[in-house]
């Protein structure tokens, strides 16, 4: 996964930190305590689905970019004009990404594998184009911990289970016109399912004046996704190797992942 989706758990870490010090309660191990009452809370559904994408389908498109016999691009029309796309970026023989188009031809939804296990870890959701919803596992456990909703293609605001107990804990706030990496945290400290007054931490409070503007003035961005094209394989030469600067002719890396 990228490095700015593991950014959400250290984020976390820092609020449980500064809500222990801020005397939320915690246990031994710097952990916020937790009530075991739930009763205003329902758990989420954390599993990850993989949507159906027929592969090995007779009619599917394979395609070899770097000519070790293997597909790094696959195309399967799955009727009524939709299809899905798999992506193979790194050329080692495992999908990194899953696409699914509408009838449209317009993307609908996108799974990835960002820390390439093999197992998927982000799942984007899109109405005609364009990007609503952000379902992820970033703490390599297996199932998903934060779900983040998008107004525009732009992040609005996100919920997380920072814990893993199955149940939301905490509410990502982004007012403001603020970036994805300066959010309000609210949190359940009770357990009683909703955000508890004082347990509010704000990430960018106590960084320097420009830091906080710079952060501001890139709110508008639209949330990056994984490549959607294969890279060309590098093109052999008879020539000199090339010297310091050069093109490495290597597969990019997935675009970072949020929240961020």
């Known amino acids: 996964m990228g490095e700015k989706a593991y950014g959400v758990g250290a984020a976390a870490w820092v609020l449980s930190a500064c809500l ?3 005397g939320a309660g915690c246990n031994p191990a710097g952990r916020p305590v937790k009530a075991p009452a739930r009763s205003a809370a329902q758990p989420r559904d954390t599993r990850i689905v993989h ?3 027929p592969l090995d389908d007779s009619n599917a498109q394979r395609e070899d970019v770097n000519g070790d016999g293997r597909p790094d691009r696959t195309t399967v029309q799955l009727g009524g004009g939709r299809a899905c796309r798999a992506f193979d970026f790194n050329f080692d023989g495992v999908i990194d990404a899953w696409e699914y188009l509408d009838a449209s031809g317009a993307v609908a939804r996108r799974e990835n594998d960002y820390d390439r296990d ?3 870890d982000d799942v ?4 005609q184009g364009v990007l609503t919803e952000r379902d992820r596992a970033t703490s390599l456990g297996g199932k998903l911990d934060t779900w983040q909703y998008y107004v525009g293609g732009k992040v609005a605001r996100a919920e997380r289970d920072s814990n893993g107990d199955d149940y939301v804990d905490q ?3 982004y007012p403001d016109g603020r970036s994805e990496d300066c959010p309000l945290i609210h949190s359940d400290v009770d357990g009683d399912g909703h955000p ?5 931490v704000d990430v960018c409070q106590n960084q320097p004046q420009a830091a906080k503007d710079d952060a501001t003035g890139e709110a508008n961005r639209a949330t990056p996704d994984v490549p959607t094209e294969v890279p060309s394989a590098p093109e052999e030469t008879n020539g000199p190797a090339p010297g310091p600067g050069a093109g490495s002719g290597t597969a990019p890396s997935p675009a970072q992942g949020t929240p961020q």
């Open 196 to 200: 508890d007054p004082g347990a509010t």
């Open 20 to 22: 222990c010090l801020a």
């Open 51 to 53: 949507e159906d994408c």
């Open 118 to 120: 093999g197992r998927i």
């Open 171 to 173: 509410w990502w706030e």
């Open 124 to 127: 984007a959701l899109y109405k």
